[in-house]
């Protein structure tokens, strides 16, 4: 059987709308033979998923999606074949959690300045034991009928620059990569195309990021075309670093990424699966 390597997914531990139950079952009902999830700042869909992923015969790796930050910026890196009980690891994503919660808190107190209420109880309501993000805010916004759509709740309240945004310190990159690779896994820069960075500073992203021991990016997501994997491909060669494939699925709602719907990694590119064991 061909594999096929779906490594980037999100459960109801972080902002997915599938339980880690029901995304393993609908990731094998679409064919993928290896799939990582990858949940914001956690880990805590891991043994769920594992369990489902057993009895399906489906390889799960173990991944997070760290917040990391780098030069005043956001970053997310993927962490493959992680040991999900790796003491700093752990202990990061306890921090994270806190540093979620804190800005939750900021964000509903900025939402409560344009005269939107209840906000903080709804997306911790919402959150349960799971990590709270910017959709689940995004979720309430359009719920009240604040916004039109998800993505107009970023644009109009939750993007960087509008109302809403609360600048965040999140884990240094050097040590979130550090966890990473120590916990036994292999580190891969999320969505390099997401943060609007020019090429000199990609080129310089990507330097730090290699020297700190990152292995692979992201050449294949849910969202490319062939003119961006081509790109994304160039930036691996030219960096000699893997690269990863993976759909970032969140909802089955959003008709445009499906778990296991991804464009072949292009030869040139060595993929990171080869790194895992
Ligand atoms: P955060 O809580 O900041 O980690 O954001 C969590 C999620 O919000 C991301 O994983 C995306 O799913 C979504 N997101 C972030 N920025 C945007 C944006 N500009 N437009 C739409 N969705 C976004
Ligand atoms: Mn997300
Ligand atoms: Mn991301
Ligand atoms: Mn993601």
Redesign the pocket.
């Known amino acids: 059987m061909t594999p096929i390597y779906d490594l980037h997914s999100h459960s109801t531990a972080s902002?997915g709308a599938l339980s880690p139950t029901e995304l393993v079952q609908r990731a094998h009902g679409q064919g993928v033979t290896h799939l990582a999830l990858t949940d914001?700042d956690t880990t805590a869909g891991l043994a769920e998923a594992r369990q489902c992923a057993d009895t399906l015969g489906l390889q799960l790796i173990s991944g997070i999606e760290l917040?990391a930050s780098w030069e005043k910026k956001c970053f997310h890196i993927v962490g493959l074949g992680i040991d999900p009980a790796y003491p700093p690891l752990a202990e990061a994503s306890k921090n994270l959690q806190n540093t979620?919660m804190q800005r939750a808190e900021i964000i509903a107190e900025k939402l409560e300045k344009k005269r939107i209420f209840g906000a903080l109880d709804a997306v911790k309501l919402a959150a349960g034991d799971g990590m709270i993000?910017?959709?689940h805010f995004?979720n309430f916004l359009v719920s009240q009928n604040h916004v039109s759509s998800?993505?107009d709740a970023?644009d109009k309240y939750?993007?960087k620059g509008k109302p809403a945004y609360c600048a965040t310190e999140w884990a240094d990159m050097e040590l979130a990569v550090n966890w990473i690779v120590q916990s036994g896994g292999v580190a891969v820069l999320a969505h390099p195309l997401r943060y609007q960075l020019t090429a000199t500073w990609i080129r310089k992203l990507l330097n730090a990021f290699k020297g700190f021991g990152g292995a692979a990016i992201e050449v294949v997501t849910g969202h490319y075309n062939p003119d961006e994997i081509r790109r994304v491909a160039d930036f691996a060669t030219r960096h000699q670093l893997a690269g990863s494939a993976g759909s970032d699925f969140?909802t089955p709602n959003n008709q445009w990424v499906e778990l296991g719907k991804l464009a072949a990694l292009p030869n040139n590119v060595q993929p990171v699966w080869e790194l895992l064991h």
């Open positions: 902002d914001h917040s979620r993000t910017r959709s995004a998800h993505q970023f939750l993007a969140h």
